[in-house]
């Protein structure tokens, strides 16, 4: 069993049940599984696959989960991005994972802009806000692309997160976290 048939299941079982509620606002299974498989879309499309690395900075909030559960549906690996990190820590954590693409909350832009000439593995970066610039709109992706399901061959042992620890005495160290420990 790998981290998306948390979703997968409990989509099938209770699509109206709500999975989140945040900022006063609440998301069902079936609302949630729509937007994750519209937004593997948007991955895949944009040359996402089994094993690329996914960054994300921002605080909490609804795109984390879809962001999470769309990388895991293609096999790519997660990069839970800490937003106290500084540009140098940043830099780093994103060239260490080797992040392919970055989805950026509209606080963290104009310091992910400021770096983003060293972020040489980087193709793609999405702002959750509108698209600026060369920016690619988070909604705009899920808007255009299609709610089908992907299915991937997903080991169990396959890494679905990479976490950073926080380098207090030294760089951050990345953690993997495979399907399995979950």
């Not at 729509?34 to 696959?49: S, W």
């Not at 094993?51 to 790519?76: H, I, P, S, T, W």
Request: glycine share 10%; charged share 25%.
């Amino acid at each position: 069993m790998n981290t998306t048939d948390f979703l997968n299941i409990s989509n099938a079982i209770c699509p109206d049940r709500d999975v989140m509620i945040f900022d006063g606002k609440r998301w069902a299974y079936g609302q949630t599984s729509d937007r994750v498989n519209k937004l593997a879309n948007a991955l895949k499309r944009f040359g996402i696959e089994k094993g690329d690395r996914l960054g994300m900075l921002e605080v909490n909030c609804n795109q984390y989960v879809e962001a999470y559960f769309a990388a895991a549906k293609v096999g790519a690996i997660f990069v839970p991005l800490n937003f106290r990190a500084k540009e140098k820590e940043l830099s780093y954590m994103i060239g260490n994972a080797g992040a392919k693409m970055l989805i950026v909350g509209g606080r963290y832009l104009e310091m992910v802009e400021g770096i983003r000439s060293q972020l040489s593995t980087v193709e793609h970066c999405v702002s959750l806000g509108k698209s600026e610039g060369n920016w690619l709109s988070y909604e705009g992706l899920l808007s255009s692309s299609p709610p089908d399901d992907i299915v991937e061959e997903i080991d169990d042992e396959d890494i679905t997160i990479l976490m950073y620890t926080s380098g207090t005495t030294g760089r951050p160290k990345g953690v993997p976290l495979r399907h399995s420990g979950f």
